[in-house]
């Protein structure tokens, strides 16, 4: 089976734009998740999507959103960006909500 | 204040030790999961203990679950350079929270 795929690997942006990054979960996961990993706060769960619809939600602004669509492909938005959201972004899938994940290589996101 | 805490935060040894490193926190979980992430890479799963009290063994590392399913630990046999990566845990405690992730354990095995 094909791993999870995550598309662009690297994005730099400014400061006030937006961006978008997708995730291609592994044939068969329904359930995708969004993590933040950064140097000082290791890896932060940001949000589940199960089905197309969001299951679980961490700690973040609304700035951060995401959907998921039939094919369990996922998206995950952050709109007017900070210089604190640079990170490793990645996202994961699995079988079922908070079961075993399956990452992705990440999007490296710099913001300037 | 972290969920769940990792300790040590940083380990580099020689090839050959053995070494354990430990994930604690006071809420239970459902079942914790260990991963290991090395450079420019996601995390790869190791394993996942749901009972409390389980060993698991995976060639040369040992995982097991406290008895009160709130800790975890991973002890590595032999160490080899290869087992160099960022070790992770993750409980799952059911709710709306997702999975909590440890900072993770830096391990260097030094030839």
């Known amino acids: 089976k094909a791993g999870v795929t995550q598309t662009p690997r690297y994005l730099i942006k400014t400061r006030g734009q937006q961006v978008t990054l997708s995730c291609s979960p592994i044939?068969?996961?329904?359930?995708v998740s969004w993590y933040q990993q950064t140097p000082g706060q290791g890896l932060q769960f940001l949000f589940e999507?199960?089905?197309?619809?969001?299951?679980n939600k961490g700690n973040f602004p609304g700035r951060f959103s995401g959907r998921q669509f039939s094919n369990s492909r996922s998206e995950m938005n952050v709109s007017t960006l900070e210089l604190g959201d640079s990170a490793l972004y990645l996202c994961?899938?699995?079988?079922?909500?908070?079961?075993?994940?399956?990452f992705g290589p990440g999007t490296r996101l710099t913001v300037t | 204040t972290q969920l769940l805490e990792q300790s040590p935060q940083f380990l580099s040894i020689q090839e050959g030790e053995n070494l354990t490193v430990y994930c604690n926190s006071s809420s239970v979980f459902s079942s914790l999961q260990w991963y290991r992430q090395e450079p420019g890479e996601g995390p790869v799963l190791l394993v996942t203990v749901v009972t409390g009290g389980e060993v698991k063994k995976l060639k040369r590392l040992t995982f097991q679950f406290g008895d009160a399913r709130k800790d975890s630990s991973l002890h590595i046999t032999a160490a080899q350079p290869g087992d160099t990566g960022l070790y992770l845990c993750a409980g799952a405690r059911g709710g709306a929270d997702g999975l909590t992730f440890g900072k993770g354990t830096h391990l260097i095995i030094q030839p």
């Open positions: 999507y199960f089905s197309e619809t969001q299951r």
């Open positions: 994961a899938s699995s079988l079922m909500t908070q079961y075993e994940q399956y």
């Open positions: 044939s068969g996961h329904r359930s």
